[in-house]
């Protein structure tokens, strides 16, 4: 009944801040935004128009003899009553320059034969055997390609390009991505990480003046002349905090999870895995924040030592990742994979041997590594579960997600950080037994 | 049995001593008040009992076990000087939070919260936040909280401190039907009129040592000295009185008459009446414990300066 006590007290105290409500206000405002939005699969021709529309757009910046306007006709495609995926697409790119291509106009950027392939090939990288071929009935001023695919590389509705439109009535036109993909930039970057940082920040803040308050003249002694053990006092209060914080955790987690899962019908439950994760980290931050708290009762120092030692292990955990991502090579790293392929073009190699580091470097970093806790890994593991959960087992973005994350493990983060967690409020604890109020 | 008892109680922080053998007892329903002037080691002796401070040395007991357990701190209500309520708390969710703390049943804590905010006068403030009381209303909490779980002792500092006379009268009435209850209430305060008027003992402590100890009525007893008064107009024969034996000397409209050893002041009224005066003020003049508690702290510092006293020799 005490220990309830002490919980509802510390909510009694989260509750009573305004930063708390601007957080409610924040976190509500987020989930309502993702609810308002809404996802439509985008055709093959749409897409297709949307790339000529940026190209004509982009290319009326340029001089007057370099302009070129891009244009599709003839499109078809077969098995029209089949999902978008079974089909087989062509439609002809007309291309008119503004100078015949003898005359230099094949050095339009927008003219070029391999730019236009490239271009094709990016945007329907989810389309099967496409080709991209320029026809004989080609001018100096108007060129003309035909292109063609069969088949698709993806076989799910989740993995075919939507169009989300926000707020209800703002299409995001020049947007299309994988419904799973935008479900996971929403869930993984909106949420996991930008609102992570955010949660963390504001809960450090708020639930930072929990043990100083409790510990200034006149209110810590009516505590301790109450019936109950300094150190479940801490204990408990410590618990409190980490109560509001998963509390607002669930909020907005369990909020998105549902208006998402509204609005796209993905419904994996990889997202939630979030609530834990979170609440863990918070917990070893707080455990900073409980230590020096109880050490100098000023609640200043104890959210300047928390935010230190976030900002610490944030840096230890890019740096650690950097210097793993040299020992296996610029292929095998997310984002890296085009940098790598223009590198080998050039005769350059990619391969560990030419991106490594000396042996002492990486000594150094497994050694750190393997001494500070792992909220970054957890991060990266949270978003590979995210993943996991969206994306069938072959798509490229999760099989990449698989391989970069291979170096971590759970159990290693989750016993290092714990382990942390224990000896700071094992010394939290320690000190606040022994000190005269 | 002795509900409080220190026995050579000393407490140290580094250099400075704080309680130099402190050594004391309080019986089973007394009020007790503990005077010492800011910083001679009251307050400390206080969460010594309680807990709150770890002594260094020597013994302390309360209710015959050893001070400041878990199992002690149930039995025993506390109203710590300069108090801060969290001030997120209404009265009555304070109360609960402490109530659980001290883990009253659901029942009975909604039936002492109530009874105990009717008796210091904030039921009607309940459910109001803290940051909204005066200093009086918060005093009048910490009363409340102190009394909550119905303690069989209770350590009061400064309880009438920021509260009107109305409030304090109140105070006193409460503490005098807990005496009469049997509840032992340790009190520290400064107001030393107020202690007079309640406490059965006082004990003086005077830089972490007890300098005087006992119960008010013979600390403050004045052995043959009495206020004479007469009726407006009359005279008192001085010259015959002295040569009755009593010292005699004017004290602005009355007479100060002091008895020599054995001596009886009937004397002094048969000369009155015989004399067909008419005795209109008659009383023994006692010390106050203001006057006691002056004498005792400096006697215990001889030579040094007191502000108070060195403006009265000026006058």
Same mark, same amino acid.
């Given at each position: ?437 | ?25 309080? $019986?089973?329903? *007394? /009020?007790?008040?503990? &005077?010492?002037?800011? !910083? ?8 010594? =009992? ?119 009268? $109140?105070?006193? *009435? /409460?503490?005098?039907? &807990?005496?009469?209850? !049997? ?8 107001? =030393? ?123």
């Amino acid at each position: 009944m005490k220990y309830l006590g002490i919980l509802k007290d510390s909510l009694r105290e989260a509750l009573d801040t305004k930063v708390f409500y601007f957080m409610l206000a924040l976190s509500s405002l987020l989930i309502l935004v993702v609810a308002s939005l809404s996802f439509r699969p985008v055709s093959v021709e749409e897409e297709a128009r949307v790339l000529t529309g940026t190209v004509n757009w982009g290319s009326s910046f340029m001089p007057p003899g370099q302009r070129v306007t891009w244009e599709i006709r003839d499109f078809t495609q077969t098995n029209e009553d089949a999902p978008p995926w079974e089909r087989n697409y062509g439609f002809t790119l007309v291309v008119q320059l503004s100078a015949d291509r003898s005359q230099g106009g094949a050095n339009h950027p927008y003219g070029d034969a391999r730019f236009i392939r490239d271009a094709f090939r990016q945007s329907f990288f989810f389309l099967d055997n496409v080709k991209v071929e320029e026809q004989k009935d080609s001018t100096p001023r108007e060129l003309r390609y035909r292109f063609s695919s069969q088949g698709a590389k993806v076989s799910t509705i989740r993995e075919w390009p939507h169009e989300a439109t926000v707020l209800f009535l703002v299409p995001l036109k020049i947007f299309h991505s994988p419904l799973a993909g935008q479900v996971f930039f929403i869930e993984d970057f909106l949420v996991n990480t930008a609102g992570a940082a955010v949660a963390l920040l504001m809960s450090t803040v708020i639930t930072a003046f929990f043990i100083p308050n409790m510990l200034r003249k006149g209110t810590v002694d009516l505590l301790l002349a109450k019936p109950i053990h300094r150190t479940s006092l801490l204990i408990w209060k410590y618990i409190g905090g980490l109560l509001f914080m998963f509390l607002n955790v669930v909020f907005v987690v369990v909020g998105i999870w549902l208006v998402l899962g509204w609005r796209s019908n993905l419904w994996g439950t990889g997202f939630l895995w979030t609530i834990p994760i979170l609440t863990f980290q918070f917990a070893l931050f707080y455990a900073v924040s409980t230590l020096f708290g109880v050490w100098t009762r000023s609640p200043i120092v104890a959210i300047l030592m928390a935010s230190a030692f976030w900002l610490l292990l944030f840096v230890a955990g890019l740096g650690y990742r950097w210097i793993d991502t040299s020992r296996r090579g610029l292929k095998d790293v997310q984002g890296m994979e085009a940098f790598a392929e223009e590198a080998e073009k050039q005769g350059k190699s990619t391969a560990p041997e030419q991106t490594k580091l000396p042996d002492w470097a990486y000594r150094t970093a497994d050694a750190v590594h393997f001494v500070l806790p792992r909220v970054k890994d957890m991060d990266s593991l949270t978003s590979r579960l995210i993943t996991a959960d969206l994306l069938p087992p072959d798509n490229p973005l999760r099989k990449q997600a698989e391989k970069q994350y291979t170096s971590f493990s759970w159990t290693e983060s989750i016993a290092v950080t714990a382990v942390y967690i224990v000896v700071l409020l094992g010394l939290a604890c320690w000190r606040f037994a022994v000190e005269d109020y | 049995m002795a509900v409080i008892e220190t026995h050579d109680l000393v407490k140290t922080y580094g250099a400075i001593e704080a309680l130099k053998g402190v050594s004391l007892q309080v $019986q089973k329903g *007394e /009020i007790f008040g503990l &005077l010492g002037q800011n !910083g001679a080691g009251k307050t400390t002796l206080v969460k010594i =009992l309680l807990g709150i401070t770890r002594k260094t040395s020597g013994e302390a007991l309360l209710l015959g076990k050893p001070a400041g357990t878990v199992p002690i701190r149930r039995r025993v209500g506390y109203l710590p000087e300069d108090h801060r309520f969290p001030e997120y708390h209404t009265a009555y969710s304070l109360l609960d939070f402490y109530g659980r703390l001290l883990s009253v049943p659901h029942a009975e804590r909604r039936r002492r919260i109530e009874e105990m905010l009717g008796l210091v006068g904030l039921k009607g403030r309940m459910h109001y936040k803290i940051r909204t009381f005066s200093k009086g209303m918060k005093q009048r909490l910490g009363i409340a909280q102190a009394l909550l779980h119905q303690p069989e002792v209770i350590f009061l500092d400064e309880p009438t401190d920021g509260v009107d006379p109305i409030g304090r009268r $109140q105070i006193r *009435e /409460i503490m005098q039907q &807990l005496k009469h209850e !049997g509840t032992t209430i340790f009190l520290n305060s400064h107001l =030393l009129g107020e202690v007079e008027l309640i406490c059965d003992r006082v004990a003086i402590l005077q830089k972490g040592e007890m300098i005087r100890e006992g119960e008010i009525a013979t600390l403050t007893r004045q052995r043959g000295l009495y206020l004479v008064g007469l009726a407006p107009g009359q005279v008192l024969p001085v010259d015959e009185v002295a040569r009755l034996g009593f010292q005699i000397r004017k004290a602005a409209d009355l007479w100060e008459v002091e008895l020599a050893d054995g001596q009886c002041i009937d004397a002094l009224v048969d000369l009155v009446r015989g004399r067909g005066l008419s005795l209109r003020h008659l009383a023994e003049k006692r010390e106050s414990l203001e006057d006691l508690f002056l004498k005792s702290v400096e006697a215990a510092e001889p030579g040094v300066d007191h502000p108070g006293r060195k403006s009265r020799a000026a006058s």
